[in-house]
């Protein structure tokens, strides 16, 4: 692709957020910034959590990693179904009963001080890294695309990344996010129908009959996995799409800000039924995408990347016509911001009421000053992150993502857990020492597992047993009365 083409069709798409983030942060209080007013409307949350859900990674990750494991992904999709369900009907009543601007607040109410801290500080951890590495990935793609061939380093084209989303979020927060985020999603799931069709119309695939037809005849296309010892067992990977829903969505301060911005529990409910439908549908359009993919590669005889996660951008830059080019780097680039700006709010927003205490500790005429530096003290760390991870990882991004999810958000699995289903107090001040030593534990039970299990290979669901060891844990040091 052209790479002033490239430039063009960037710059365009920034422009339009920085509109809306103009017309979204005027009149704006300091209250604005963590809660929009509770004034969102429920269908464009429900809408624009699809681009945060599924960010860059969902983008480019999944229809590669087809070609190691198959549709058996979609196998965590339908867990997620199940998970989502358990948020509405569990978690937004508590939230909405208790009026919460930080979920983590509630930790201090059921359990105590070092309980609160616990949580958020592994809220910042799992946020920090899960959302660096998504836009690591998409960051990777327009240095391919853009910035190699202008002979800028991948440091600076990282840098200019995340400066343009802290320019369009540092004023309005998530009151401008969930409009960026409805609008980033539209163009993510233009590109993915767009791609779909002129892939398949280059494939001779006429009319939506003979396009499904040729997806399920291929034996990629495989969803269900029913060895009990592989890692993508159906029974394994269902549990861990529930239990991954609701700590990476439930017990995530970044998407749950969102639904609390929502008029009412009523709204927020809607939001999430509606979300998840949609997610489902848009899941198995990205693996679909990934079968065409595979497809193009056979028949133009052209040498797969050995990175799975490189193939989508491959083809589209180098070998589809101009304009699906163009299509993919609007949808991954609408992809990567719609799930990088609401977590630069969110760190923000947890840092400056779980941490900071600001409501309590500053008056309102700093309050703004303290959000601010905060907000671009995030920006500069996931910068580094990003950095860091470019040096590190070797494997798909999508499995990076939920591996580094079962290790971190078992700690808030395990504590919100204890918390709804049992009426124990906990020993506070061992919660921390706790909610290290368990993910400790999981990390080694999952390494020898083979040996200590018959033959049992852990996958995602490594968070269940990091949740269950917190849990267990909790019950061990909880308070007699």
Same mark, same amino acid.
């Given at each position: 692709?052209?790479?002033?083409?490239?430039?063009?069709?960037?710059?365009?798409?920034?422009?339009?957020?920085?509109?809306?983030?103009?017309?979204?942060?005027?009149?704006?209080?300091?209250?604005?910034?963590?809660?929009?007013?509770?004034?969102?409307?429920?269908?464009?949350?429900?809408?624009?959590?699809?681009?945060?859900?599924?960010?860059?990674?969902?983008?480019?990750?999944?229809?590669?990693?087809?070609?190691?494991?198959?549709?058996?992904?979609?196998?965590?999709?339908?867990?997620?179904?199940?998970?989502?369900?358990?948020?509405?009907?569990?978690?937004?009543?508590? !939230?909405?009963?208790?009026?919460?601007?930080?979920?983590?607040?509630?930790?201090?109410?059921?359990?105590?001080?070092?309980?609160?801290?616990?949580?958020?500080?592994?809220?910042?951890?799992?946020?920090?890294?899960?959302?660096?590495?998504?836009?690591?990935?998409?960051?990777?793609?327009?240095?391919?695309?853009?910035?190699?061939?202008?002979?800028?380093?991948?440091?600076?084209?990282?840098?200019?990344?995340?400066?343009?989303?802290?320019?369009?979020?540092?004023?309005?927060?998530?009151?401008?996010?969930?409009?960026?985020?409805?609008?980033?999603?539209?163009?993510?799931?233009?590109?993915?129908?767009?791609?779909?069709?002129?892939?398949?119309?280059?494939?001779?695939?006429?009319?939506?009959?003979?396009?499904?037809?040729?997806?399920?005849?291929?034996?990629?296309?495989?969803?269900?996995?029913?060895?009990?010892?592989?890692?993508? @067992?159906?029974?394994?990977?269902?549990?861990?799409?529930?239990?991954?829903?609701?700590?990476?969505?439930?017990?995530?301060?970044?998407?749950?800000?969102?639904?609390?911005?929502?008029?009412?529990?009523?709204?927020?409910?809607?939001?999430?039924?509606?979300?998840?439908?949609?997610?489902?549908?848009?899941?198995?359009?990205?693996?679909?995408?990934?079968?065409?993919? !595979?497809?193009?590669?056979?028949?133009?005889?052209?040498?797969?990347?050995?990175?799975?996660?490189?193939?989508?951008?491959?083809?589209?830059?180098?070998?589809?016509?101009?304009?699906?080019?163009?299509?993919?780097?609007?949808?991954?680039?609408?992809?990567?911001?719609?799930?990088?700006?609401?977590?630069?709010?969110?760190?923000?927003?947890?840092?400056?009421?779980?941490?900071?205490?600001?409501?309590?500790?500053?008056?309102?005429?700093?309050?703004?000053?303290?959000?601010?530096?905060?907000?671009?003290?995030?920006?500069?760390?996931?910068?580094?992150?990003?950095?860091?991870?470019?040096?590190?990882?070797?494997?798909?991004?999508?499995?990076?993502?939920?591996?580094?999810?079962?290790?971190?958000?078992?700690?808030?699995?395990?504590?919100?857990?204890?918390?709804?289903?049992?009426?124990?107090?906990?020993?506070?001040?061992?919660?921390?020492?706790?909610?290290?030593?368990?993910?400790?534990?999981?990390?080694?039970?999952?390494? @020898?597992?083979?040996?200590?299990?018959?033959?049992?290979?852990?996958?995602?669901?490594?968070?269940?047993?990091?949740?269950?060891?917190?849990?267990?844990?909790?019950?061990?040091?909880?308070?007699?009365?």
């Amino acid at each position: 692709m052209d790479s002033k083409l490239v430039l063009i069709v960037i710059t365009s798409y920034f422009a339009l957020l920085f509109l809306i983030s103009w017309f979204t942060s005027r009149k704006v209080s300091s209250e604005t910034f963590f809660t929009g007013d509770r004034q969102s409307p429920w269908f464009l949350v429900a809408f624009g959590m699809i681009g945060a859900s599924l960010s860059g990674v969902t983008f480019v990750s999944v229809p590669g990693e087809i070609g190691n494991t198959q549709f058996h992904y979609f196998q965590v999709v339908l867990g997620y179904t199940l998970g989502y369900f358990t948020i509405a009907k569990v978690l937004l009543p508590l !939230y909405y009963r208790l009026n919460l601007v930080s979920i983590y607040s509630y930790l201090e109410d059921r359990f105590g001080f070092w309980s609160y801290k616990t949580g958020a500080f592994f809220f910042i951890l799992s946020r920090t890294l899960g959302s660096s590495i998504r836009v690591f990935l998409v960051a990777g793609v327009l240095q391919l695309i853009l910035f190699d061939s202008w002979g800028i380093p991948f440091w600076v084209s990282v840098l200019i990344t995340v400066s343009l989303i802290w320019l369009y979020t540092h004023r309005g927060g998530i009151k401008t996010v969930v409009w960026t985020d409805t609008l980033q999603t539209l163009f993510m799931l233009l590109a993915v129908v767009v791609s779909i069709y002129l892939v398949a119309k280059d494939l001779g695939i006429l009319g939506v009959s003979e396009l499904v037809s040729n997806i399920v005849a291929d034996p990629r296309s495989e969803i269900f996995n029913w060895d009990w010892q592989s890692g993508t @067992n159906f029974f394994k990977q269902f549990a861990s799409g529930a239990f991954i829903t609701i700590v990476m969505t439930g017990l995530d301060q970044d998407m749950m800000q969102k639904n609390l911005t929502c008029r009412n529990i009523g709204d927020a409910q809607k939001n999430m039924f509606w979300f998840t439908v949609i997610l489902v549908f848009v899941n198995l359009l990205f693996l679909s995408l990934g079968v065409l993919l !595979y497809q193009y590669a056979e028949i133009k005889g052209l040498t797969v990347p050995a990175r799975t996660d490189d193939l989508y951008p491959f083809l589209a830059t180098q070998h589809f016509t101009a304009f699906a080019g163009i299509i993919f780097v609007l949808g991954i680039t609408a992809a990567a911001y719609s799930s990088a700006d609401s977590t630069l709010t969110a760190l923000t927003t947890s840092f400056c009421f779980d941490f900071l205490e600001i409501e309590k500790k500053y008056p309102k005429e700093k309050q703004v000053a303290v959000r601010k530096t905060v907000h671009l003290g995030f920006t500069f760390l996931m910068f580094f992150v990003i950095l860091l991870f470019r040096w590190i990882n070797d494997q798909s991004v999508i499995n990076a993502v939920f591996i580094i999810a079962g290790y971190t958000y078992g700690p808030l699995l395990g504590l919100y857990s204890f918390g709804l289903f049992t009426k124990w107090k906990v020993k506070d001040k061992v919660v921390p020492y706790l909610a290290i030593a368990a993910p400790v534990l999981a990390f080694v039970i999952s390494k @020898n597992s083979e040996k200590l299990l018959w033959g049992y290979k852990f996958g995602f669901e490594v968070l269940i047993l990091n949740g269950l060891l917190m849990f267990l844990g909790l019950y061990l040091f909880r308070q007699k009365n």
